[in-house]
């Protein structure tokens, strides 16, 4: 017995159609059989901007390691920060 799916509706907005599929189940809706997989290669991630303070010996220190390898400082603090976190996962790379 195969369930009537029923119509997805249009969204005016991004944030719309978000805030359907954080409360609809995708399951009732969408035909997962004939999905595909699909490659994304120039898909960027979602970023926030924060504010962070930071000792000064600790981002002197992270200026002159960032120096050192001539790259931004605040990349080498994001690589840092992710490395611990995936780290803390247990999902290292």
Same mark, same amino acid.
């Given at each position: 017995?195969?369930?009537?799916?029923?119509?997805?509706?249009?969204?005016?907005?991004?944030?719309? &159609?978000?805030?359907?599929?954080?409360?609809?189940d995708s399951?009732?809706?969408?035909?997962?059989g004939r999905?595909?997989?699909?490659?994304?290669?120039?898909?960027?991630?979602?970023?926030t901007s924060?504010?962070?303070?930071?000792?000064? &010996?600790?981002?002197?220190?992270?200026?002159?390691?960032?120096?050192?390898?001539?790259?931004?400082?605040?990349?080498?603090?994001?690589?840092?920060?992710?490395?611990?976190?995936?780290? &803390?996962? &247990?999902?290292?790379?």
């Amino acid at each position: 017995m195969t369930k009537a799916r029923k119509s997805i509706p249009k969204f005016a907005t991004e944030s719309d &159609g978000r805030a359907y599929w954080e409360r609809e189940d995708s399951i009732a809706d969408l035909d997962w059989g004939r999905a595909e997989r699909v490659r994304l290669p120039n898909l960027q991630p979602s970023t926030t901007s924060i504010s962070l303070r930071l000792p000064v &010996g600790l981002l002197d220190a992270s200026k002159i390691a960032a120096q050192k390898r001539d790259a931004p400082y605040q990349s080498l603090i994001k690589i840092w920060l992710a490395e611990k976190v995936d780290k &803390g996962r &247990g999902t290292a790379a």
